[in-house]
């Protein structure tokens, strides 16, 4: 069982910068792949990052892709999304996301993922 909390969001301006954190539970999180997904109103779920575990590689939504980074601690059980030049369009709830041994690669499909954090809110103002 892996438990995982999601925090940094909140309000902030178009072209601002953001970092969540997600901490999870466990001692086995390095085998765990991490992604990142968002949901906005009334949209479906949508993939935003995954790092994989093992050689850690990285996906990134072609939405995102030069302005967010994500990152792992596996000393720290941490997951980071760093999120730089912030639109309008980002708003959503930003969802942390656990899949234990998910091939490289397919990190990017939300059903390969078994645990889910609550979420944490991210606006960003025009």
């Known amino acids: 069982q892996v438990q995982l ?34 949901q906005a109103p009334r949209k479906e779920r949508e993939f935003v990052a995954a790092v994989s575990w093992g050689a850690g ?14 990152s792992r601690d596996n000393a720290k059980n941490t997951v980071y999304l760093q999120m730089n030049s912030l639109k309008p369009e980002d708003t959503a709830v930003y969802y942390c996301a656990a899949g234990y041994k998910t091939p490289p690669g397919r990190g990017t499909n939300k059903d390969e993922y078994t645990y889910w954090g609550q979420g944490t809110q991210v606006t960003v103002s025009s």
């Open 57 to 70: 590689r990285t996906d990134y939504a072609d939405s995102v892709k030069g302005r967010f980074t994500i």
């Open 5 to 38: 909390a999601e925090s940094g969001g909140g309000l902030v301006q178009a072209g601002g910068s953001l970092r969540l954190s997600c901490a999870a539970s466990g001692r086995t999180f390095s085998s765990y792949a991490m992604g990142w997904f968002r």
